[in-house]
């Protein structure tokens, strides 16, 4: 069985600030962790995933993750914060290997203060 | 940039009523899911489908709910008899077949259910 707990349901930061958002994961096997960003009436979109090779991860627009197996973490960074990254942000967990269900966290709406 | 569609993007029905959600996965794409988000709630697992038959459902994917993949192309749930909690964002989402496959899911835009 796999879960995901993302620390906070809302986290304020300026624009310009460093976003962290949270993400502690739960796995019997290997995992693959994922994030995912979603704007207001759209659906998911995949910013960054972990399979087991570099432990820091890259993605889209500035993100990026670490993969700490010592702390089951997975959170996720920007350096500078900027308007359009406001959204909701959803950690989640698979099993490695594929093919198997994705179980995602509660998410974490970030908002960004001019 | 290959994408899942699916129609409608909202619908409205009454309680008691069937509906279904179509979805057109990405062509090369081999598994098939459906998720659906409660407003203000995670997204929470329903179905996979593999080859034609169901490989894993939650608990939520109860008798009111069934998939078919009646072409080469559709995806579709099925609710029977709608209940006001029934109302949500349904999402289908897709994963390819082949080596490295790393359980990336692509993800529909989703349809929004409103059940009155």
């Known amino acids: 069985a796999q879960s995901v707990t993302q620390l906070g349901s809302h986290v304020s930061v300026s624009e310009g600030a460093l976003v962290l958002l949270r993400c502690n994961y739960s796995?019997?096997?290997?995992?693959?962790l994922f994030w995912y960003v979603q704007y207001p009436n759209q659906g998911l979109q995949l910013l960054l995933k972990?399979?087991?090779?570099?432990?820091l991860v890259k993605g889209i627009n500035g993100f990026e993750a670490e993969f700490k197996k010592s702390e089951t973490s997975f959170h996720l960074t920007k350096p500078s914060a900027h308007m359009s990254d406001a959204a909701e942000y959803f950690c989640a967990v698979s099993p490695s290997g594929g093919y198997q269900k994705v179980t995602f966290g509660t998410g974490t709406k970030l908002q960004v203060i001019p | 940039e290959p994408e899942v569609t699916q129609t409608p993007s909202h619908q409205v029905t009454q309680m008691g009523q069937e509906v279904i959600l179509r979805c057109v996965p990405i062509s090369n794409h081999l598994y098939f899911y459906w998720y659906r988000q409660i407003l203000g709630q995670k997204v929470e697992f329903l179905v996979s489908?593999?080859?034609?038959?169901?490989?894993?459902k939650s608990e939520i994917f109860d008798d009111q709910f069934s998939v078919e993949r009646p072409d080469g192309s559709n995806f579709t749930l099925k609710i029977r008899s709608t209940k006001l909690e029934d109302s949500a964002m349904y999402f289908c989402?897709?994963?390819?077949?082949?080596?490295?496959?790393?359980?990336?899911?692509?993800f529909g835009e989703g349809s929004r259910l409103t059940v009155l």
């Open positions: 489908f593999y080859n034609n038959e169901i490989s894993e």
């Open positions: 796995s019997s096997v290997p995992p693959y």
């Open positions: 989402a897709s994963t390819k077949l082949g080596d490295g496959n790393t359980g990336e899911l692509f």
């Open positions: 972990y399979t087991s090779a570099a432990t």
